[in-house]
């Protein structure tokens, strides 16, 4: 009868629901008496799970009575997670945190400890480098950056030996080798036009000495000068040149398949950060990959070939963390160089403490390179503070110019109308 | 049209006792208004406040929301992603539903194999709409999709095109690949509402001489206004508070180049990847969002109801 | 039907007329041939993730035509074991039976005397429960875990399964509505002249004749919460609780993705949910059959 069958529904579901209701609902973090304590590390990288298990064995060989738990969640939905999570319980001990921009939400809500006031010993990190940690409003550090990134071109070296390529010392021998290739029907680049957050990374690797990396980077903080600069108008055109020799129907082409054409040997070069040689190696162990960066274009103010970067990750405590010291205590170790190399060997990140040395060859050529003449990723270090962010206004403007629809004098106007709207030199 | 004297589906009796009443009404009142109302009120209030991350700083009142149609370049998206989602709207309307009432009509008088295709046809239904998105971006990838390369291997390399690369042809697939995954939900509540209408309706009038398509035309049709009306209002919703699908293809920009940019992912982008105001800012968009979509959901429902009322 | 005015005499339902059937049969198969041709389009992508997921992830990358060298069983491996499928799986099936159960009932009943009882304040409420239809839940995350909190219940499955049921409510409401209106007075005259109460009518009478109506809101609901990341993903803490589509989200990676895992998860996560559709249609079918037979 339907009434009794409605009923039965009804009683079968509310009963699972007290069943869950019943079911004890463990406190996450901390409960650190006794025993000993916990602490929770969150993160966004799920693909580093085995790896960090490693890293963090090797801590707890060394604290007795520490578990480290490290928790990560999908890169997408992180910063809500975070943000919900450090404001109420439950959340983490110790938090993976975004740099520059991305980190001021978090410490101008109070939500992290300020590491400088806890002792925590950051002398073996560069000054630049601890500035992706800093709080905008108070200057404070609330991270100890653990991970930069640097951009350099990866190249296929089989590829170059068929059609007689070495690594290029100039620019026209850069677009010469492009035109080689392209003629032998390999695709020079592999580029995504699609996923468009890739696109101003391209234009700082292969124009920043066009426009004078740090130097213009200072000019621009002091207010002497601004993106309708000519030599930033000139620093964008520049990547007309280089944009016939990306995939056809670049725009289409999204940022996993540009990884695979590189890794499956359909396309030469592969522009790019020091984040995707893990990836790289796991997908094609065969591969024979080498880097190189971008000799500078024609006209450049500074005449040397430069590598661009920034700090990209830091850890941080959480205000709220009934394991404060315990915490501190991590983090205070992340500082230092066992961390650091671990870092550097198991994720395969450059990491930024000194004596860190990476083991794999192709880590330590990009960590060369970067070393012997930096520039930062411009418009995501100095340009996220405020919205509209730098890198977005520029990723849609090189997008238009993929279209055909904006050309270099467009999009630097957009660019310095977007941030105006926020950005105050001299500050 | 026989009088339908005695259906009297809008003339409704006076309220039993209040106790009854309050007894219907109360249980789904009480759940809704704690979990669902209070909250998306508290949210939608957040809008009037200035914000740092999660804490909420001063009274702004409408600075908010001036601040959504003057920044440099979300006022230009915020209108262009409507236009999209107006765009959407009508693109589904017109395949989606149509579809779907023809195979509602098609299946219902079969009885040996209209579950299977129901079940066939709404299959796509099932799956989550942003793992729809992403598996379409699969299979639609210029290189290494697999649609492009059947193309070309039946010799139609014309038709290997990048699909979702192109913004000419990127917002038109999005509404196909939603149409495919959706196309049980309006065949569904149109086969229940056939399912209600008895056959000998339709029977009688073929007897009187009518062909099948003037049976249908006139005397189903007009009987399938309730469901009708249900299906376009929440279309017209889930136009206009589109996000999976869009998010799984265009990524939070909706690309190529803005083509798929609708207001769900300018809200995306305000609510997490905005700046430190962020529950601020995307707070005002969604009290615009709520009032239009809630506004014209109302209107219509009212519309709908006289139109009912009228064909009874 | 018997208060029915029609000029003559209903017929009783029969099968197409012999002659209809011949012209019809040509018809019948064109329409066949449309159903089956659709059948592929809508079935095609699934076949080809149902396919994928026996293949490891970098073949599917690179060679998306191809066809499994041999059952790879390495995804399934993955799902079951590294993301703990087993655990979400019980998880999921506990807090959506509960969410979808609780909501039905109480929007059944909710939209019962909004759909068929003039009473003061009929319109306001109704437009009340349409205005939860029209914006996205996912707004009030921030406030709803504050709110889950205050009664303690963040990281609680039972919190989950209140705020799905209520999240339900608008969409259910809304459609069981639209089914009460369209049922005829008749029966439920018939009903209360012999003496039955209001809940009773609505119990024994009304609520059979829309078994369809009941049976489509819970297939909606059940879909859209079984396949719901981001409420568990926030609203929980401890793995154990997690349910299937969080345990998916593992495999999205920040710059890659491991699509054979994500395919297995996938199709572990969707094959329940075509046994309950399959399950439920009957029930449509059943409703159809018994609606008519009076």
Redesign the interface.
Known sequence: MLTRSKLGIVTLGLGVALLAACAPSTDASGGGEGEGTTIEVWSWRTEDVDEYEKIFDAYEAEHEGVTVEFKPYVATEYDTILSTGLSAEGGPDVAQLRAYGGLQPLCEAGRLVELEGEDVDTSAIPDEVLGGARCESDGGLYGVPFASQALVVYYNKAIFEENGLQEPETWDELMASSQTLQDAGVTPYAVTGKDNWVLPMLHDLFTAPRYGGPEFEQAVQSGEKDFTDPDYVASIETMEEITPYFPEDVVGVDYATAQTLFTSERAAMYPGGSFELAFFQQQNPDLDLGVFAVPPPPGAVVEESMTPGWVDASFGVNSTSPDQEESLELVRWMATQDFGQMVSDELKQLNPVEGVTPNDPVLQEISQLRTDSPTPYLLLQDFRYGEPTGTDLMAAGLQSMLLGDADADAISADLQKGIAQWFEPGA | M?????????T?????PFP??A???V???V??S???????F??LQYSLFEW????RRSFVGADNFVALFT????DEQLLSAFGHNVVFFLGTMLIQNTLGLT?AV??YKRHI???V???????????????VG??????L??????LN??FD?VGLESMS???????GTALPVVILINA?QW?G?PM??F???L??I???YE??AR?DGASTWQAFSRITLPLLT??I??VT??TF?GSF?L?ALAYAVG?S?G????AIDVL?LV?YRTA?E???N??G?S?AL?VL??VF??GV??VA?RFLRRR?AELS | MTTLAPTRPAPTSSPPTPSRRASGSWRGIAVLMLLAGYAVVAVGPLLFMLINSFRPSADIFNDPLGLPTELYFGNYVEAWREARFATYFSNSVMVVVAGVALCTVVSALAAYPLARYDFRGNGVLTAYFIAGLTLPIELAVVPIFYLLGSFGMVDSRLGLVLVYAATGIPFSVFIMAAFFRGLPRDLEEAARLDGAGEFRIFAQVMLPLVKPALATVAIFQFVQLWNDFFFPLVLLRTTEKYTLPVGLTNFFGEYQTDWGAVFAGLVITTAPLVFLFLFLTRQIVSGLVGGMGK
Do not use: C, H
């Open positions: 026989t009088a339908r004297r005695g259906r009297g589906a809008t409704r009796r006076p309220a039993p009854v009443l007894a219907f009404l249980p789904a009142l759940l809704y704690v979990f669902v109302v209070y909250p998306l508290s949210a740092t991350g999660t804490v920044t440099f370049p979300l195979f098609l299946l194999t209209r579950r295709f129901q079940t066939l046809f709404t299959l796509p239904y099932l799956v989550s709409p942003l793992v992403y598996l379409w971006v699969l299979m990838r210029p290189q290494f999709g697999v390369a059947m291997a095109q990048p699909w979702l690369g192109d913004p495919w196309l939900f569904l509540l086969g229940a509402a399912a209600s008895p056959e000998e029977a009688a007897v309730p469901a009306g249900t209002v929440l919703i508070n996000f990524g920009k690309d190529p180049a803005g769900g809200f997490f905005g700046g430190v962020a529950i800012v707070s969604a969002m709520f979509i809630f959901a109302l429902n009912e």
